[in-house]
């Protein structure tokens, strides 16, 4: 009960924020589902490169949590679509927490996080070592960026998409 009336006060903006993060499950793997993955690379970017004349794309992974699936997009463009090197790429993820948009900006995971999902070339090529942790390379990370998004809320000026992944 106490809780529950120090967030309808609003008195602590913070502890709202706290709440939520507490209950989000934040739930994601590296090329999680690959068949999304699959028709990206197959069927969808090579569609949207024949149709679009400024050789730029924009793709979204919307409730993003620490990132591994717009990284991932990130590796699988990079190693498997060389026909879009030379193409301005940007690739934009957003979640609700604060506390995952921090860890997706910073490219740092656990070697228990770079085992579920990622191809064993993938962190050799793309990642370096950090003690216990692997960091995204540089140039992957230059290549994301990444908001604070709550659906239910009034939502911040974004880019136009061409691909959105929720």
Same mark, same amino acid.
């Given at each position: 009960?106490?809780?529950?009336?120090?967030?309808?006060?609003? *008195?602590?903006?913070?502890?709202?924020?706290?709440? #939520?993060?507490?209950?989000?499950?934040?739930?994601?793997?590296?090329?999680?589902?690959?068949?999304?993955?699959?028709?990206?690379?197959?069927?969808?970017?090579?569609?949207?490169? *024949?149709?679009?004349?400024?050789?730029?794309?924009?793709?979204?992974?919307?409730?993003?949590?620490?990132?591994?699936?717009?990284?991932?997009?990130?590796?699988?463009?990079?190693?498997?679509?060389?026909?879009?090197?030379?193409? &301005? #790429?940007?690739?934009?993820?957003?979640?609700?927490?604060?506390?995952?948009? *921090?860890?997706?900006?910073?490219?740092? %995971?656990?070697?228990?996080? #770079?085992?579920?999902?990622?191809?064993?070339? %993938?962190?050799?090529? %793309?990642?370096?070592?950090?003690?216990?942790?692997? #960091?995204?390379?540089?140039?992957?990370?230059?290549?994301?960026?990444?908001?604070?998004?709550?659906?239910?809320?009034?939502?911040?000026?974004?880019?136009?998409? &061409?691909?959105?992944?929720?």
């Amino acid at each position: 009960r106490d809780l529950a009336s120090k967030l309808r006060m609003n *008195a602590n903006p913070s502890l709202g924020e706290d709440v #939520v993060d507490a209950m989000t499950t934040n739930e994601t793997s590296w090329f999680r589902d690959i068949h999304p993955f699959e028709s990206l690379r197959t069927t969808i970017l090579p569609e949207l490169m *024949a149709a679009k004349h400024n050789r730029s794309l924009t793709i979204c992974s919307a409730a993003s949590s620490t990132g591994q699936e717009l990284y991932s997009l990130a590796m699988m463009i990079d190693l498997q679509m060389p026909e879009l090197h030379g193409w &301005d #790429v940007r690739l934009h993820g957003t979640d609700l927490s604060r506390e995952v948009i *921090a860890q997706a900006k910073a490219g740092r %995971y656990s070697a228990l996080e #770079v085992n579920r999902g990622l191809p064993a070339q %993938y962190p050799a090529r %793309y990642m370096v070592r950090d003690g216990a942790h692997y #960091v995204v390379s540089e140039n992957l990370r230059r290549k994301a960026s990444w908001d604070r998004l709550n659906f239910v809320a009034p939502w911040p000026p974004l880019p136009r998409f &061409d691909v959105v992944l929720c």
